[in-house]
């Protein structure tokens, strides 16, 4: 699929060409949509959809291995262990050695963690909301399983 895009701005059209058809550069596109309206659903709240994602993650999972966490979520380690040591530093994420093995470090919510996801899950399902509004439902399913399908995830409960 060799599509033509242009796109229209102030200063000139700008031809795309077959950038139209990358999954990468359209996954890249709606990444950035998306966190656009992440943050002006949760603005002010000082808090990344990542950081978002690994607390509700936690608050859903209870207990995990930090580098188990990482690789389902495609976390790089060194970003992982920043991304935690905000969180560890902002009170809302605990880190303890593992009871099975103690060099693995297991995460789990404070309790001002789960306060914190608490507090901000209607503001985390109305974001949700606004994403699938901008489809059809029957687009969304058909987007979010083709998705699900090319990262390997199986089909859950979105509605969680």
């Known amino acids: 699929m060799n599509q033509v895009a242009r796109t229209t701005t102030a200063e000139a059209e700008i ?3 077959s950038l139209s058809g990358s999954l990468g550069f359209l996954l890249r596109l709606a990444q950035v949509r998306v966190f656009d309206a992440f943050f002006e659903d949760l603005a002010g709240e000082g808090i990344k959809p990542g950081e978002f994602t690994l607390l509700w993650v936690l608050s859903l999972n209870g207990s995990l291995a930090q ?6 979520l495609s976390i790089k380690p060194a970003h992982m262990t920043k991304l935690v040591s905000r969180l560890v530093k902002a009170g809302l994420v605990q ?3 593992s009871r099975e093995d103690r060099r693995v470090v297991d995460l789990s919510l404070t309790p001002e963690g789960t306060d914190f996801v608490a507090r901000h899950k209607p503001a985390f399902m109305a974001f949700h909301t606004r994403e699938r509004d901008l489809l059809s439902p029957e687009d969304f399913d ?3 399983g083709l998705l699900r399908r ?3 995830l199986e089909k859950e409960d979105t509605c969680r």
Do not use: K, Q
């Not at 580098?67 to 389902?72: D, E, M």
């Open 142 to 144: 058909a987007l979010t």
């Open 95 to 97: 880190r303890a050695p």
């Open 67 to 72: 580098g188990s966490l990482a690789r389902v």
């Open 150 to 152: 090319f990262t390997g």
């Open 15 to 17: 031809e795309l060409g």
